[in-house]
């Protein structure tokens, strides 16, 4: 025989109501959620970050991490009912990997000596609801029964905290209202309650927003509920309900089930299966817009506490439902004419809050030489021309829609032959209705030299060369580089002759001549520099084994071990840099600061360093490619040593980490053919 969870518990006890569930619990059939196996192509992790050995339960996404329910607190009053210290609601913040880490009291507002539990956030996070016991004045109040039933709460944020806490109108001092979730909307707000007029124990009630206020609940029918117990409802943007039962059946204690309730006509319940649901109790389910990515909450085999909170990301979305999007009609216009512009290439790029895009078509890899034989790594931007072939492109009326998610910020890019690259920074925050948004366009007054930089007499291209373009008519020069491929492209103003020089160290400099006299700036000039190796190795540069390639920009907060959120582009270049060459394996190795102890840095960095090792996991990379190595405070790379007095900047300057490529298969492989290097048959 099993006990419901002490959460569950809380809620039946606080109606006088007791019940217990059979369970089959297995450890073998547990053992799949110990380290994040894969299976149905959803990888579940624990998240060791806030998980205790009490209760950690109830996630909701909020800012850049999650809120959840914790009785952390082991010193305090005991509700006796459960064993347990009262609850109260923690905040923290997702790390560069997405998992949420270093939590904190969320409110010294909102938790007080009693529980509070589940809450939910309106889409701007200005409003949120939660469940607290009943309170009078500030102390529990019990119903005609003696018991100290849950209400539901609103809270308004305010400049320094959250204010203005008020009851919710459908809540009674005779029965239960928990665990609250507002529809994006904001219009219907789904809780649990066992209110007189229910099928069983807990049933689950939506109420609507109206002009006057809330309306009556109104219970969500057999469908959903059973003479069991329904609780934890979450509403997701594609109108799909998610929420935990133990009379519906299935693998064991509470279970997590969804329904498609977007429309008139609901759907069909369903369980939503392993690695969700196991023998035990499952429950507190969310997942992000995608559908990819999301947390829940079980007291399984294998985890800190009674009940954790575990991560989980998908390949391909797991909801049936599409999430909220909005429409947007790109117009592209001529700067000097007005004109509209059809045949325009369309790009859209999410940003993340520090303005970063991830994948692979913006950006490039380029390896840079220190001062002292080092690789520094770099994500630059691309140009359109060297990118995908654009999803989207204007009508003959100079019109392209696209869809974007509420609440966003993207990057859009306008191509087209004639005209200079326009682009836009555009957010979505606040917006619920289609909007209409003008790109101007400047016609082009140049010519787009493509090249690219090659080894003479050998079938490969050199990344990496630094490429000088001389105006031999004005005397002015700029200097870019080839990306990882070897390639480059420049705009070259009309009616001059250039020289374009190609260098890089160990090899003899190289050059071409290009005119844009008599060209246009719809025409391409291609262009092939060839170059001359001093020593037949230097065709293994720049990356060989024992290469050693400094991650600059990835710095950790003081005494964390985690990646911060807008630092992880350096790991995210080198996670492009590894598809790029996939026989590159790595060592990864993390440095502290020298303050604290010794051992303590030690253990530290090892943490640092494993913290990298997941973050390239998670965006693809194979584990058994990564070794992660700490060096604690042993290579301090200033004069910041133990007794130094420095700044925070100059320890920052030491909290590093550094990738040494300790097997690489690419060099060795090349076969080094005379002849053009574009092409096998020398034609180009």
């Known amino acids: 025989?099993?006990?419901?969870?002490?959460?569950?518990?809380?809620?039946?006890?606080?109606?006088?109501?007791?019940?217990?569930?059979?369970?089959?619990?297995?450890?073998?059939?547990?053992?799949?959620?110990?380290?994040?196996?894969?299976?149905?192509?959803?990888?579940?992790?624990?998240?060791?970050?806030?998980?205790?050995?009490?209760?950690?339960?109830?996630?909701?996404?909020?800012?850049?991490?999650?809120?959840?329910?914790?009785?952390?607190?082991?010193?305090?009053?005991?509700?006796?009912?459960?064993?347990?210290?009262?609850?109260?609601?923690?905040?923290?913040?997702?790390?560069?990997?997405?998992?949420?880490?270093?939590?904190?009291?969320?409110?010294?507002?909102?938790?007080?000596?009693?529980?509070?539990?589940?809450?939910?956030?309106?889409?701007?996070?200005?409003?949120?609801?939660?469940?607290?016991?009943?309170?009078?004045?500030?102390?529990?109040?019990?119903?005609?029964?003696?018991?100290?039933?849950?209400?539901?709460?609103?809270?308004?944020?305010?400049?320094?905290?959250?204010?203005?806490?008020?009851?919710?109108?459908?809540?009674?001092?005779?029965?239960?209202?928990?665990?609250?979730?507002?529809?994006?909307?904001?219009?219907?707000?789904?809780?649990a309650s066992d209110m007189p007029g229910g099928y069983g124990g807990m049933d689950l009630?939506?109420?609507?927003?109206?002009?006057?206020?809330?309306?009556?609940?109104?219970n969500m029918g057999q469908d959903v509920n059973t003479p069991s117990n329904e609780v934890f409802p979450y509403i997701h943007d594609s109108g799909t309900l998610f929420f935990s039962s133990n009379g519906h059946g299935g693998e064991g204690g509470l279970d997590i089930f969804e329904i498609d309730i977007s429309t008139n006509t609901w759907g069909k319940l369903k369980n939503t299966g392993t690695p969700f649901n196991s023998p035990s109790d499952d429950l507190g389910f969310i997942i992000n817009e995608e559908g990819t990515r999301g947390f829940f909450a079980s007291d399984r085999t294998g985890g800190y506490g009674k009940d954790d909170i575990y991560s989980f990301e998908a390949e391909s979305p797991i909801i049936n439902g599409e999430p909220v999007v909005l429409s947007a009609m790109v117009v592209a216009y001529d700067e000097q004419t007005n004109e509209r512009l059809p045949g325009a290439d369309l790009r859209l790029f999410q940003r993340s809050a520090d303005g970063f895009i991830?994948?692979?078509?913006?950006?490039?890899?380029?390896?840079?030489?220190?001062?002292?034989?080092?690789?520094?790594?770099?994500?630059?931007?691309?140009?359109?021309?060297?990118?995908?072939?654009?999803?989207?492109?204007?009508?003959?009326?100079?019109?392209?829609?696209?869809?974007?998610?509420?609440?966003?910020?993207?990057?859009?890019?306008?191509?087209?032959?004639?005209?200079?690259?326009?682009?836009?920074?555009?957010?979505?925050?606040?917006?619920?209705?289609?909007?209409?948004?003008?790109?101007?366009?400047?016609?082009?007054?140049?010519?787009?030299?493509?090249?690219?930089?090659?080894v003479q007499d050998y079938q490969t291209l050199v990344p990496n060369a630094l490429v000088h373009i001389l105006n031999e008519t004005t005397g002015t020069e700029e200097l870019i580089r080839t990306n990882a491929s070897g390639e480059f492209n420049y705009c070259l103003p009309l009616g001059h002759e250039y020289a374009v020089i190609a260098e890089k160290e160990g090899y003899t400099k190289g050059m071409s001549k290009v005119s844009t006299v008599g060209t246009n700036s719809a025409q391409i000039l291609n262009v092939n520099i060839h170059v001359q190796p001093i020593a037949e190795n230097i065709?293994?540069?720049?990356?060989?084994?024992?290469?050693?390639?400094?991650?600059?920009?990835?710095?950790?907060?003081?005494?964390?071990?985690?990646?911060?959120?807008?630092?992880?582009?350096?790991l995210d270049a080198l996670a492009k840099l590894m598809r790029l060459y996939p026989s590159m394996d790595i060592e990864l190795t993390a440095h502290t600061d020298s303050r604290g102890e010794e051992s303590y840095n030690q253990e530290l960095s090892l943490k640092r360093a494993e913290s990298a090792k997941r973050y390239l996991i998670q965006k693809g990379i194979a584990a058994d490619r990564v070794q992660a190595f700490g060096m604690g405070e042993s290579e301090i790379r200033n004069q910041c040593v133990d007794g130094v007095e420095c700044s925070d900047e100059e320890h920052a300057y030491n909290r590093r980490t550094e990738v040494k490529i300790i097997h690489m298969d690419e060099p060795i492989r090349v076969e080094y053919k005379e002849g053009n290097p574009l092409d096998d048959d020398g034609k180009g």
């Open 358 to 454: 991830e994948g692979d078509d913006l950006y490039d890899v380029q390896l840079m030489p220190s001062d002292n034989g080092d690789l520094v790594m770099k994500l630059v931007r691309k140009s359109p021309d060297d990118m995908a072939e654009a999803p989207l492109h204007t009508n003959l009326n100079g019109e392209s829609i696209c869809e974007m998610r509420p609440d966003k910020n993207y990057l859009l890019l306008l191509a087209k032959d004639g005209y200079e690259n326009a682009e836009m920074l555009y957010s979505t925050i606040g917006q619920t209705e289609a909007q209409t948004i003008r790109i101007a366009m400047k016609p082009r007054s140049c010519t787009t030299v493509a090249g690219t930089v090659s």
């Open 205 to 218: 009630y939506f109420v609507e927003k109206r002009p006057d206020g809330w309306s009556k609940p109104i």
């Open 1 to 191: 025989m099993k006990s419901f969870s002490s959460i569950l518990l809380l809620c039946i006890l606080s109606c006088a109501l007791q019940a217990q569930q059979q369970s089959s619990k297995s450890k073998s059939s547990d053992k799949l959620y110990e380290k994040g196996q894969l299976k149905n192509h959803v990888m579940v992790y624990n998240a060791a970050g806030v998980n205790t050995s009490n209760l950690e339960f109830s996630p909701v996404f909020y800012q850049n991490g999650i809120v959840y329910v914790s009785s952390r607190y082991t010193s305090g009053p005991v509700d006796k009912k459960i064993g347990e210290t009262f609850f109260e609601l923690f905040y923290a913040e997702f790390d560069a990997s997405g998992m949420p880490q270093s939590p904190r009291n969320f409110s010294l507002q909102i938790n007080s000596q009693v529980h509070e539990g589940p809450v939910s956030f309106s889409r701007n996070g200005d409003l949120m609801y939660f469940t607290r016991n009943n309170l009078e004045k500030g102390i529990s109040k019990a119903n005609s029964k003696g018991h100290v039933v849950l209400k539901i709460y609103e809270a308004h944020h305010g400049k320094y905290d959250w204010e203005n806490v008020t009851e919710l109108p459908f809540n009674s001092d005779e029965y239960t209202c928990v665990h609250p979730s507002l529809s994006a909307d904001g219009q219907r707000l789904f809780f």
């Open 539 to 570: 065709l293994k540069e720049p990356i060989k084994e024992g290469s050693v390639i400094v991650l600059e920009n990835i710095y950790y907060d003081f005494d964390q071990y985690f990646i911060r959120k807008g630092a992880a582009r350096d």
